[in-house]
């Protein structure tokens, strides 16, 4: 004895689909046989499939709908797999080439020989420095540091070591500057500049100092040296409270006066021109004409 299915949403389910394949089957039916019956002899073997398959359909029920269903699944699972596998491989391109992009960025802004910041950088980073410190009337510093007897060190013990040299004052810069605001930079040749945001020209006199003393420490030798044993750099210092409208080429050639003092001095030093107060007094605050006072 045959018992009948339960009523559950599935055999419901089931049954509207079977229904439903049924009305589509009779309706193509019905279209080949009547609506185009002139055509509809031309294919009399469609005719019949049809009608065979309608009637297929009816005993089958549920099977034929949950074949239908699992049917469908078994062409959209692989489909999903296919467009799955391609976002993830999609996605790992982009991540791809954002790294790219990024080294090329890094590559573009940075010196091949010293890796720290190239001339463009710097220029690019001072433009946007001296606008900030305008804005928030903030001192801005800038160190321009030349290792002194270059030639003679590169004629003494060679071009690469000349470039050894180099990437080691380099690396005693970029030690020295660990505010995350500081830059340094290969101005060009054996020059190197250290541009500080947020720095007076005190700060700027310590850090100088604080370079000299580092290199002491780190006692690159430097036997043809008419100064001392080790390698040694001059420093031009310049320091001021920049205004929107001036121009910034003054930070950089008043460090360039002190750089050309302390070479005439001597070599082995730290120079500083008088600082030029660039900021107007009527936009000064109380505590900023203080500490200038
Ligand atoms: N090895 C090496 N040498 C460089 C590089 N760039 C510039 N130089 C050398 O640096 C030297 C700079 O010499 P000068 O400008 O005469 O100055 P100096 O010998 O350092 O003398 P003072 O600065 O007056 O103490 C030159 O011999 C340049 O060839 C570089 O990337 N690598």
């Known amino acids: 004895m045959q018992t009948k299915p339960k009523s559950t949403l599935s055999s419901r389910t089931g049954l509207a689909g079977c229904a439903l394949a049924v009305a589509l089957v009779l309706d193509a039916a019905l279209a080949i046989n009547g609506l185009v019956p002139e055509r509809a002899a031309l294919f009399p073997n469609a005719t019949a499939f049809l009608d065979t398959l309608a009637a297929d359909m009816q005993p089958t029920g549920i099977a034929g709908f949950a074949s239908g269903i699992a049917l469908t699944l078994l062409l959209l699972l692989p489909m999903h797999h296919v467009y799955r596998t391609r976002e993830a491989r999609l996605l790992q391109e982009r991540e791809r080439l954002a790294a790219h992009n990024a080294k090329l960025v890094r590559q573009a802004a940075s010196d091949g020989l010293l890796g720290i910041a190239n001339r463009r950088e710097f220029e690019r980073v001072l433009k946007l420095e001296w606008l ?162």
């Open 132 to 293: 900030r410190a305008a804005r928030e009337r903030q001192p801005l510093s800038l160190l321009m540091i030349d290792i002194d007897y270059f030639k003679r060190f590169n004629d003494t013990y060679g071009h690469q070591a000349g470039d050894t040299c180099l990437r080691e004052v380099a690396k005693v810069l970029r030690a020295a500057a660990a505010r995350p605001g500081d830059l340094v930079a290969r101005y060009g040749g054996e020059e190197m500049a250290l541009l500080m945001p947020h720095t007076g020209m005190e700060g700027a006199l310590r850090m100088a100092e604080r370079i000299h003393t580092m290199l002491e420490d780190r006692a690159l030798p430097f036997s043809a040296s008419p100064v001392a044993e080790h390698v040694t750099v001059s420093i031009g210092v310049s320091s001021m409270l920049p205004v929107r409208h001036a121009n910034r080429s003054v930070l950089i050639s008043q460090a360039d006066e002190g750089l050309y003092a302390a070479k005439e001095g001597g070599r082995n030093r730290t120079e500083a021109v008088p600082n030029l107060r660039l900021i107007a007094p009527e936009e000064a605050t109380p505590l900023q004409s203080a500490s200038r006072a």
